[in-house]
């Protein structure tokens, strides 16, 4: 299995030599952020936990962002937009509106879903296969949208 920890570490050893300093910074966080849960759960990690992981610095990062942007510092909101187009190097392939589309109107029929109570039903479906391939508050915005027709 080709685990993803060894992509990234190879990327990092292509940065270093390639003296791309920006990206193997980013890299260096994203690999400590790795190490740093499996220190604190004693684990090692696969393909999946790794997505997570990296989902999780991406919501960081887009939040970081939309604070920035906020406070009029853009500066700071395009480092952290540099850093979202590393990571997401990382991540599996997005899925395009469609295709999300097509899988909460699936999955809203499938959990029999009736109303925006019954959210956590549709949401639980399609977290596992969306992980990492669409930001997930996109998701719920359209799961609440298909709701509440």
Avoid: H
């Avoid at 696969?46 to 999780?56: F, M, S």
């Amino acid at each position: 299995m080709d685990l993803l920890t060894d992509r990234i570490r190879d990327d990092m050893k292509a940065s270093m030599k390639g003296g791309n300093k920006a990206r193997l910074g980013v890299i260096r966080l994203i690999l400590a952020a790795l190490k740093q849960v499996e220190v604190d759960e004693r684990i090692v990690l696969d393909n999946e936990r790794v997505i997570q992981i990296l989902d999780k610095m991406l919501k960081q990062r887009r939040e970081s962002i939309r604070q920035f942007t906020e406070g009029g510092r853009n500066d700071l909101a395009a480092i952290e937009e540099a850093e979202i187009l590393v990571i997401q190097d990382f991540m599996p392939q997005a899925l395009s509106v469609e295709e999300i589309d097509a899988m909460v109107s699936e999955a809203v029929a499938e959990s029999g879903a009736k109303s925006v109570k019954d959210m956590g039903k549709v949401m639980g479906l399609l977290k596992a296969k969306m992980q990492g391939r669409a930001d997930m508050s996109v998701v719920s915005a359209k799961i609440k949208a298909a709701l509440a027709e």
